[in-house]
């Protein structure tokens, strides 16, 4: 429990953090929360010669109206995202999801940037991204680029940021009040991480579906968009939803573990869809 030995080096800002991974090259990584980090180097799982801390780069702790859409800073944790009234008010589903990440301890130490850029298939802010049509803003060497986040979760663990880049602000729309939205997380025990978690942003119209973007957490290699649900919701009533979320599985390749076998987590993608898009279509 007790990773190999590492240089620490301070970043003072996201200029800084750039030079400071140019300098050590893969030989570096960054801290952020290090929640998600430092179990991975305590288990010897993975073994950076340099840390470079992110937890004095105050400037990449916000949230802020960017006109069309909330901007937020990588460095903002979960609890801040939770407890946001900006967020809460105008895309509720990111608050609220980041209130069900971990435990109150989680939540104070870790981040959005980093819940992100770890990009494990299992964690809850992903899949509600990729729901959301989000942005995300890297920087690097040559300066700043935006990647959707349908381009962002590459594989398991594996993201679009190159070697050199932080990733500074996520971008999030602005909900509107013909929108509804859900995340339901299944889990064992409350602090647990998803068995299987399901995001649905909905457009209503005249009392039914206009379209529906729906994303599993826990489904496959990365978090993923339920396509196959999305078209059967297209234009559906409410009576037409049960019916649209039978086939909310088709394209996913869930794993078995220990928690649930591959089988009972398909079951659970098309359960818990049914269930986010009826409460996105009420709320
Ligand atoms: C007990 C426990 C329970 C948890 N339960 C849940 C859960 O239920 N749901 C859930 O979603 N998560 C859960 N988590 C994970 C938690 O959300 C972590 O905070 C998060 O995954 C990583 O954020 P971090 O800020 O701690 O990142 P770190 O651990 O510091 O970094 C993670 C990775 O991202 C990279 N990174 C960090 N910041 C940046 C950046 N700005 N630019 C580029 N790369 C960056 C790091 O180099 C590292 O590779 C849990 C963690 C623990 C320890």
């Known amino acids: 429990m007790i990773p190999v030995s590492f240089d620490y080096e301070v970043a003072e800002s996201a200029e ?10 893969d030989e570096a990584k960054l801290l952020a929360g290090g929640h998600s980090l430092l179990p991975l180097m305590k288990l010897r799982l993975a073994a950076p010669a340099v840390l470079i801390d992110l937890g004095r780069v105050d400037e990449l702790r916000y949230v802020r109206d960017a006109g069309d859409h909330i901007a937020i800073g990588a460095m903002t944790r979960h609890h801040d995202v939770n407890t946001n009234d900006l967020l809460k008010e105008q895309c509720g589903i990111l608050a609220f999801t980041a209130g069900l990440v971990g435990d109150p301890q989680v939540r104070h130490r870790g981040t959005i940037g980093g819940s992100l850029a770890h990009a494990d298939p299992a964690s809850d802010l992903p899949a509600v991204l990729l729901a959301l049509e989000g942005e995300l803003v890297a920087q690097g060497p040559d300066g700043e680029r935006t990647i959707a986040a349908a381009d962002f979760f590459q ?35 409350a602090m647990d991480w998803a068995t299987v978690g399901v995001a649905a942003v909905v457009e209503r119209s005249n009392g039914s579906i206009g379209s529906a973007r729906v994303a599993f957490t826990n489904m496959g290699s990365t978090p993923i968009r339920a396509s196959a649900a999305e078209q059967a919701l297209s234009g559906a009533s409410p009576e037409g939803i049960a019916e649209a979320a039978s086939s909310a599985d088709e394209g996913t390749s869930p794993a078995s573990d220990i928690m649930a076998s591959a089988e009972y987590r398909r079951h659970l993608a098309r359960v818990l869809t049914r269930r986010a898009v009826e409460e996105a279509l009420s709320r």
């Open 16 to 25: 800084h953090a750039v030079e400071l991974l140019g300098r050590h090259g």
């Open 155 to 189: 594989d398991y663990l594996t993201t679009a940021l190159n070697e050199g880049e932080v990733l500074k602000e996520i971008r999030v729309p602005k909900l509107g009040s013909g929108t509804g939205w859900s995340y339901q997380k299944f889990n064992h025990r």
